[in-house]
């Protein structure tokens, strides 16, 4: 499985940026797909999962209320949706892909991805 990811770039404080994740290859095998972000300095960190029903999805605390992620099937593209951005959310947005199905606090590890894109920058000015 290949991913193209697009979307990123500079952006003030309360803007908002639409990431997209295409996937391309063996993708009727994928259960789940993530956003992971990485500051300088830090480890990656979760912020989104969706299962391939696109009926649950699970959001990190710190992007809660703020971040909408969702799927079209028939694209094979995953979308997140970034609002009322804060300088804390600057950082290399990943794509990730599962053959498994996760929810909840399973979900948000990277080791349990093994299908990773190379990422978007988003910088957000204060």
């Known amino acids: 499985v290949q991913f193209v990811e697009s979307g990123g770039g500079l952006v003030q404080a309360g803007g908002s940026l639409r990431l997209s994740c295409a996937a391309s290859?063996?993708?009727?095998?994928?259960?789940?797909m993530a956003w992971f972000r990485q500051a300088p300095g830090k480890e990656r960190e979760f912020v989104s999962l969706?299962?391939?029903?696109?009926?649950?999805?699970w959001y990190s605390d710190s992007v809660k209320g703020r971040f909408t992620i969702s799927r079209d099937n028939a694209r094979n593209t995953v979308f997140l949706q970034m609002n009322s951005l804060k300088p804390d959310d600057t950082g290399v947005y990943y794509c990730?892909?599962?053959?498994?199905?996760?929810?909840?606090?399973?979900?948000?590890?990277?080791?349990?991805?093994?299908?990773w894109g190379q990422g978007t920058q988003v910088t957000v000015s204060s």
């Open positions: 990730a892909a599962s053959d498994y199905y996760y929810s909840g606090y399973r979900g948000q590890a990277t080791s349990r991805y093994d299908k």
């Open positions: 290859g063996r993708t009727a095998s994928i259960g789940s």
């Open positions: 969706i299962n391939r029903n696109s009926d649950d999805t």
